[in-house]
């Protein structure tokens, strides 16, 4: 099956710096990506997603990449804020199949203020 | 629109009693997953149902059983509750179809002594 890893498990940023996470994916047949934040005791949220037709996708200070040669994705969050302090997790599955969604481990990003 | 409820939001169990907890989602989605979220340990998967009439099992099955009712609902059943089950427990849904955003519920806090 698939295996998604993600990392760095941790990051610390100062407020306005940007914060990057990466993940990478083994099953080349995956072609859908979805990133979540999950504040503390909230459910996990969708924030952005990227197709495997599509290279970058951006809304607003989000930007997530796709490198399908290399399978890997990352999550770019600039202009950082105290309120993007969560945890994220990246996720991979084959869209329109009703599989399983194989989710990264998580990182905690902590924006120091 | 409530999207996907889950029921209890909390409960304590002791040593070998069973509990059914419930999931039911509203957006007439084709797809629903348990999973157990524990601390580092990101979300495992522990059934999904890609479709009404199917279940599968995901990474952490043992302990646990799933039924899925009708089209919304998805409820997941510990038979003997152990201390290993202490955990917080996320329902969620997708379409199964191409567009395969996966939403999820507001989690219950499950504590087993």
């Known amino acids: 099956g698939e295996n998604v890893e993600q990392h760095p498990s941790t990051l610390s940023v100062q407020e306005g710096d940007s914060a990057v996470i990466k993940c990478t994916y083994s099953?080349?047949?995956?072609?859908?990506f979805p990133w979540y934040k999950q504040e503390l005791g909230k459910r996990p949220q969708l924030i952005i997603d990227i197709r495997s037709n599509v290279g970058e996708k951006k809304d607003q200070r989000i930007a997530v990449t796709l490198n399908k040669t290399a399978k890997h994705f990352s999550l770019h969050i600039t202009e950082t804020q105290p309120e993007d302090s969560a945890v994220y997790f990246c996720a991979a599955t084959i869209s329109n199949t009703g599989n399983q969604f194989y989710f990264g481990t998580g990182t905690s990003l902590t924006v120091i203020p | 629109n409530a999207g996907v409820t889950q029921t209890p939001k909390f409960q304590v169990l002791k040593t070998g009693q069973s509990m059914t907890l419930q999931c039911a989602q509203d957006?007439?989605?084709?797809?629903m997953y348990w999973y157990r979220q524990d601390p580092g340990m990101g979300l495992r998967l522990i059934y999904y149902?890609?479709?009404?009439?199917?279940?599968d099992k995901g990474e952490v099955p043992n302990g646990y059983n799933v039924s899925r009712l009708n089209k919304r609902e998805f409820s997941l059943r510990l038979e003997s509750a152990a201390p290993s089950q202490t955990s917080v427990y996320f329902c969620a849904s997708s379409s199964g179809t191409r567009l395969g955003i996966q939403y999820f519920g507001a989690g219950t806090r499950l504590s087993v002594l």
């Open positions: 149902s890609a479709s009404e009439g199917t279940t």
């Open positions: 099953d080349s047949a995956s072609n859908y």
């Open positions: 957006m007439n989605h084709n797809s």
